[in-house]
């Protein structure tokens, strides 16, 4: 079956970094869109970032571009995010979700991963 | 960036009972919908307005064009009560309406 995990959250100062992973397994991550989507404690659904299935082309919202990176590896079967520069504003749960169309049908989500920037 | 405004924010109503959420788009869109329960990662519910995700039931429905887009819930489940969403795809990015919470009277 498919299943996504999250890993690498915690506790991280304010403008530190942190680098979330996502094992996915159950399905040919290869063939897939993916994308992280957060949710601040108390708070809607904010999708910030997508990478197509080979890598080759990513999209940010506006609130993480430049400070976020998100990236692949699908011989492991992994997706990342790469966190820089963090703010108290990016405390929340990020999940990773796959897109069943390439058009942000998100059929699959982790878990989450809870993500607290703070002194 | 398109957004996306949804209503009422919250809906109170008991099992039984049909719901109608609505979702408003500031420019034509691409509409999903996703249902949240408490300490639980989203569900995908409806995709392209109106196509009903695998193992999703039949008393969820959606539907609209354009810019206004409409989930239904007939005879709702004690299950059904939860935080829903609509999402949209346009210009390579992705946002969703604030939420709906459906609560039980």
Do not use: H
């Amino acid at each position: 079956q498919v299943q996504l995990v999250e890993s690498g959250g915690g506790l991280v100062k304010p403008g530190g970094s942190v680098r979330l992973s996502c094992a996915a397994s159950g399905f040919p991550f290869s063939d897939f869109y993916m994308s992280w989507v957060r949710q601040a404690p108390g708070k809607g659904l904010e999708w910030i970032s997508y990478i197509s299935s080979r890598g080759t082309t990513e999209y940010y919202a506006d609130s993480v571009r430049g400070r976020f990176t998100i990236s692949r590896d699908n011989a492991q079967n992994s997706l990342f995010l790469q966190m820089d520069n963090l703010r108290a504003d990016d405390t929340a749960i990020y999940y990773c979700a796959r897109d069943q169309s390439v058009v942000g049908d998100f059929d699959y989500w982790g878990q989450g991963i809870l993500v607290t920037v703070s002194s | 960036e398109i957004v996306l405004t949804q209503s009422p924010g919250t809906l109170s109503l008991s099992p039984g009972e049909r719901a109608t959420l609505s979702c408003r788009a500031s420019s034509s869109a691409y509409v999903g919908w996703y249902q949240q329960k408490p300490g639980q990662a989203p569900r995908l519910l409806i995709y392209g307005v109106s196509n009903r995700a695998t193992g999703i039931p039949d008393r969820f429905s959606g539907s609209g064009s354009g810019t206004d887009f409409t989930l239904t819930i007939t005879r709702l489940e004690p299950e059904d009560f939860a935080v829903y969403y609509c999402q949209q795809y346009g210009d390579s990015l992705i946002t969703f309406g604030q939420g709906t919470r459906l609560e039980m009277k």
